[in-house]
């Protein structure tokens, strides 16, 4: 799903048109559209990662030991 809404951003689309198209697959609100902030969040996602490199390392690193010891985060 973001793939989709990169590539459509990137094609100059608004977040709005966007979501109308978007479903979710899963869970409790299965079918229904994603809200603006849930996209909007998304979008941010990778920009973050850009800009704080070494915090993505040490979640990921940190998610792995939990992983390891068998605790699964919530």
């Known amino acids: 799903m973001l793939h989709t809404v990169l590539r459509r951003r990137a094609n100059g689309e608004t977040v709005e048109d966007i979501q109308t198209d978007l479903l979710i697959p899963t869970g409790r609100r ?11 969040r ?3 996602e990778p920009e973050k990662a ?22 699964s985060p919530k």
Do not use: M, N, W
């Open 42 to 44: 998304a979008l941010a």
């Open 50 to 71: 850009r800009a704080y490199p070494e915090a993505v390392e040490t979640a990921h690193a940190d998610f792995a030991a939990l992983q390891q010891c068998g605790h």
């Open 30 to 40: 299965k079918g229904q559209s994603p809200s603006l902030s849930s996209i909007y």
